[in-house]
């Protein structure tokens, strides 16, 4: 059964990097069918989507996020990863990783991750 | 952009009551509507796809419906464990999600 491990420091200062990995098992990231996302939920909130990749490395961003957002892919490990930049205490949240069905791009996320805490003060 | 608007943003329901929670979208999406559970503490779960099928292992209680602008999803015979918040999400550009309907028991 496929399962989706979010993994990446819990604390992060303001003005620095937000890293993020996300750890694919049971089976392999480089699917056809499929795209690999992440999504964040900050206290008490609602859901934000981040950004989608695909294994060959096509992305999307969220616009509001883009700036300061990259995501990537690394087939040989079934990884895929988040990096924010210049965080701020807005970026507080619980972080997903999810996977996205292809139905003529990117659809639904229909495998998460658990979820990681990632908390911005100094 | 296109925006998600939920409608309850919470409701109140006993176990066995048919519960239906509405999302609008600022414009078409045509059928790339999909609803969600999310339980306290847990990540979300996918309950329908694409406006209305259902998800490998969803009861058959919860449906979807509707098309363009206007969707509903229906939970026919609230059971304990469907008291969670619900959000819609539409897929036809970039992934929005509605903001919530939390389904609290009365």
């Known amino acids: 059964q496929l399962q989706l491990q979010e993994s990446g420091p819990g604390l992060v200062k303001p003005s620095e990097t937000l890293s993020l990995t996300c750890t694919v098992s049971?089976?392999?990231?480089?699917?056809?069918?499929?795209?690999w996302g992440w999504i964040r939920q900050p206290p008490g909130k609602g859901l934000e989507w981040i950004a989608t990749i695909y294994y060959r490395g096509t992305t999307y961003y969220n616009p509001s996020l883009k700036s300061r957002v990259t995501i990537s892919v690394d087939t040989s490990k079934d990884q895929f990863s988040l990096r924010l930049r210049s965080v701020t205490a807005a970026d507080t949240a619980l972080y997903y990783c999810a996977r996205l069905v292809d139905v003529l791009g990117p659809t639904h996320f229909d495998q998460w991750g658990q979820g990681t805490q990632v908390t911005v003060s100094s | 952009d296109i925006l998600m608007t939920q409608s309850p943003s919470s409701l109140s329901a006993s176990v066995g009551d048919t519960v239906t929670i509405t999302c609008r979208a600022s414009q078409s999406v045509y059928s790339y509507l999909n609803w969600y559970q999310q339980r306290p503490g847990k990540a979300p779960s996918l309950l329908i796809y694409?406006?209305?099928n259902l998800h490998d292992g969803v009861p058959s209680r919860f449906s979807g419906s509707g098309s363009g602008t206007d969707f509903t999803l229906t939970i026919s015979g609230l059971q304990p464990e469907d008291f969670a918040i619900y959000y819609c999400q539409q897929s036809y550009s970039h992934p929005r999600f509605g903001q919530g309907t939390r389904v609290e028991f009365k």
């Open positions: 694409t406006a209305s």
């Open positions: 049971g089976g392999s990231i480089s699917g056809n069918n499929y795209y």
